[in-house]
């Protein structure tokens, strides 16, 4: 056979290779049992894939981004065989790896429960064992039909096919443009013994999962939507070892330790009463301290940062609503119309096209420039019922939100400006982790609109500036919103996982002719339109204090503390001494209760530690003789006799300098 050419790229670079004709992906990489798939011309291929003259091939580690997706996506294809095998009526619906897993659909007569899992899972080992080998094959519309007759669903994806990914969460993996690929599970003798619509790629057998766990069974709507039947999804998770399965299961442990959920309940911080609607929150008092701390600083940042405040309305004619475009490209996004007096409301979702009237409601000079506006603004977004969670996805929230109407000139120094306004916030609130992602439009999808004239300068100027940044930027193609790019600010927590806080947005087109025609008068004398950039820092302040409770474990520093001393006598006589420095205190401005009760000592202590309150200062005969008091932290640490004015200085210093003790 002749020999082909093909490069062979490493971390370093590219190595010029000669092979035979008919070499497969996985020769290359025989020494490197960690390499489970190849990325050929870009695009990922099963290492039985053939090469050809030319092909650029990169090896795909089980431990990267790419290869965990193609275990996780192996092992869903485990786990419905499996179900098949142990329940035959089962009819499959769509199985894609998602984030740490993967998850697959089934119609079953039955909800799972938990020892179905237990079964499933058994049997997911016995096809482990058995290696059995995921062979791709072509095969044209009708056979698919053909050999998938029982198979309602996927019948239904095949009929769809290049719109599926549009119609159907994690449908890109069974279809999309091009033909049909089934994946064949084969016995060592080649026989079949499982199948499956998929793009794959595939691990090259069922050996090459090394751990695995099914986690939970849940409903899900068929395609994501309410009206169509509910099937029964399975997630499982799956990892390139056993130790880094363990390690993923501990953070899964301490994050349900943290669940802002359940700490809102025991800190009595707030509440999502039913009698109000799912995705409405209500603050209790404890909780209103730590809203109320972050509102007065976000305003005082922003008055510092030069915005104007303003205010704006809940509800809005539904007309303003069609001038900025959210109604046509957001309108799913939008509760449903209200009749006022025989015109269309709507509650608004966004704060932008109020904004915009405060700027048109007289003419502007570019002296002016930038304008910058800010509001908390309350908003409401038409969540569906299956999404909304806690406070970090709700259906009414507070935005800290911004608009800055520069000149196209000032539009790189604005963002720089919010970059940075915005990094300060996060590390004020103890989040200094971050890395920055760019989302751009897909200029095949019609939800975006705008020249590629205007995407392409508001694109360069966003990418221009995170580089700048020396941060880390990761590139979110068509992630975009329909009026331009935006920068997210992603931040890792104290368990490492990641949240999308801050975001900054450049639009060119609520301010054009066609919406609302913002105008302001050039040095030149002519009439120029602005560019308005739209800034989030804390996005929702619901979500972003839902996500400080997870990352602190509701062990909040003392500036964010709703109560940041607890007083604690010894015996009863001692209480005055300790009210005498609790006055001390809140004439200063730290909040500090005395607690009294009839309980011991010991029960106060407990009480106050569970409360997660950072100081607790006690006091007993010794106390009150030597014009001091006892010095505990929540984490148990104790120092005696510190006289009470170092006690009063320490405690003003952490809550001034938003230490964490």
Known sequence: MSD???????????????VEEGTKAWQLFAESPDVIAARVGGDLKDLA?????????????????DGRDILRHSAAHVMAQAVQELFPDAKLGIGPPITDGFYYDFDVAEPFVPEDLDKIESRMRKIIKEGQKFDRREISDDDARSELAGEPYKLELIGLKSNATDAAEGASVEVGDGGLTIYDNLKRDGSVVWSDLCRGPHLPTTKRIPAFKLMRSAAAYWRGDEKN???????????????????HLHRIEEAQRRDHRRLGTE??????????????????????????????YVRRRHIEEGFDYVGTPHIAKEGLFHTSGHLPYYGDGMFPALDVDGSDYRLKAMNCPMHNLIFRSRGRSYRELPLRLFEFGHVYRHEKSGVVHGLTRVRGFAQDDSHSYVT????????????????????????????????????????FIGSDEDWAIATKVLEDVCIES?????????????????????????????WQMSTIQYDFNQPSTERFNLEY????????????????????????????????????????????????????????????????????????????????????????QTQKVPFMVIAGDNDIDAGAVSFRYRSGEQENGIAIDDAIARIVEAVETRVQV
């Open 229 to 247: 039947k509910q099937l029964q999804r399975i997630y499982g998770t799956a990892w390139e070892t056993k130790e880094a399965l363990d390690e």
């Open 470 to 498: 020396g941060l880390e930027l990761v590139p979110d193609p068509g992630g975009a919103a329909y009026y331009g790019p935006k920068v997210s600010v992603q931040a890792r927590d104290a368990i490492g996982r990641t």
């Open 4 to 18: 082909i050419q093909i490069a062979l790229i490493h971390p370093s670079g590219a190595e010029a290779r000669a």
């Open 408 to 447: 196209p000139e000032q539009a790189p120094d604005e963002i720089r400006h919010l970059l940075d306004f915005v990094l300060s916030l996060l590390r004020d609130f103890g989040l200094d982790d971050f890395y920055l992602e760019l989302s751009t439009r897909d200029a095949s999808k019609d939800k």
């Open 521 to 608: 008068v050039a040095a030149d004398g002519t009439r120029q339109q602005p560019v308005m950039i739209h800034s989030a820092k804390f996005g929702s302040i619901e979500r972003f204090m839902g996500v400080l409770v997870e990352h602190y474990a509701g062990a909040f520093p003392p500036w964010l503390a709703p109560v940041q001393v607890v007083g604690i006598p010894v015996a009863e006589r001692h209480a005055e001494h300790l009210y005498a420095v609790a006055a001390r205190l809140k004439a200063l401005g730290i909040r500090v209760e005395v607690d009294d009760s009839d309980e011991r000592m010991q029960k106060k202590i407990r009480n106050a």
């Open 267 to 296: 800190l009595d911080l707030y509440s999502f009463p039913d009698e109000i609607g799912s995705g409405l929150p209500v603050f209790h008092p404890k909780g209103g301290v730590i809203k109320r701390e972050m509102e007065d």
């Open 49 to 65: 894939h053939a090469l050809a003259e030319g092909d650029e091939v990169e090896p795909v580690a089980i431990d990267s981004t």
